[in-house]
């Protein structure tokens, strides 16, 4: 091929975007002047590595125009696939949602990413199952007509040899939030939440031991390899605590039947104090995860679905659960929500 075809993966390109316009056959020598005037490239193009039998995987890449005009870029094709669609993810409020993008303009000398939480290919229907290496083709379909092939690799999204795209705690921040402090109650905060506990859930979701996320967490956890979520894990244990919730009322009648079953349980029912594993434990007790400054309903939800058998990862929450009322259940949830996090003795809890 010719000087100015670099790499494998821009050849292709080129040979594709000269079939699209003009030439039905392999290109020779006048493919430099054809070049100059559609010159799009792609890089890092990339799939990470999904779950067996997923039927949605996603695509990145990130695209370069070095040409002095736009290019839209309308939409992509795979053979490999039964549909490419160009999606969007956003987050307001802290909810992720998804949105088909109509086209996506490249700007004259400018480049576009396709990165985990914002624009991405939605790659719908395999056609076969996913190997690890394996180049994947994609067509991308440009406004003025070209076409531009791309070679995207499959691989794991923690992948140290791609370099630092991004850190894998940004993939859960869409809807943790980087700040570990979700700002949507069903998603738990995770700021200053004990390491092993995080690390403990996220292998419950993965390994199918814990399945009350209405399948929010599966994709995520599925996907994380293990030194990765240590490292992840680190990284929401080490942030500050979240500040109590100051909207809720304390002291009132609820806050106190909660702040006294907390603290003391109640032995006639049954219910042991839940500082005996729970915040400011103090002994050699099993460490339970932090629930102070945690979301109210996220908690009182968490007791429902042990209380139900819907959450099933514990040895000792089932039981105690099952003692609690519904009342117990907002009592406890709206004082723990609204206690600070720090240790019996005052110190904070980090
Ligand atoms: C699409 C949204 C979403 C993403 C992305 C996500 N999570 Fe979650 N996560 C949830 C939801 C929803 C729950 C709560 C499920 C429930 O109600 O029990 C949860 C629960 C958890 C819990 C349990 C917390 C507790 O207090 O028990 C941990 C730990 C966690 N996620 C860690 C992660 C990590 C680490 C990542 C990134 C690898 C991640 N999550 C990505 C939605 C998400
Ligand atoms: C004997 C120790 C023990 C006692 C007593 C106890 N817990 Fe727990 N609790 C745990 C452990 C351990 C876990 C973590 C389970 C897991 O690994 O998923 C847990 C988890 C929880 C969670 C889930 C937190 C989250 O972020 O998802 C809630 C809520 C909870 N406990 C509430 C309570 C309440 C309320 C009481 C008192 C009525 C109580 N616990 C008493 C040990 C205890």
Known sequence: ?????????????????????????????????????????????????????????VGYMTIVNRAATDKHVLGADSPDYERVELHRSTIKDGVTSMEAVEEVRVPPHGRVEFAPTGLHFMLLGPKRPQALGARVPIVLLLSSGEKVDVSAIVRRRDDPAQGAHSHHWHICATCHSLDGISAMARFPKLAGQRAAYIEKQVRDFRDGRRNNDGGQMEASASDIADADLARTAAYFASLPPPPPDGTLQTNGPEWRRGAALYQEGDEAAGIPPCNRCHDDATSGQPQGPYLSSQHASYLAKQLRDWRTGIRTNSGDMPKIAAKLSDQDIDALATFLASYPRVHANGTAAQ
């Open 1 to 57: 091929m010719t000087g100015r075809c670099l790499d494998l993966l821009r050849c292709s390109a080129i040979a594709s975007m000269l079939a699209g316009v003009a030439f039905g056959s392999v290109p020779g020598p006048e493919l430099d002047v054809s070049w100059a005037g559609a010159s799009l490239d792609v890089e890092s193009a990339w799939i990470p590595l999904a779950p067996v039998g997923l039927k949605v995987h």
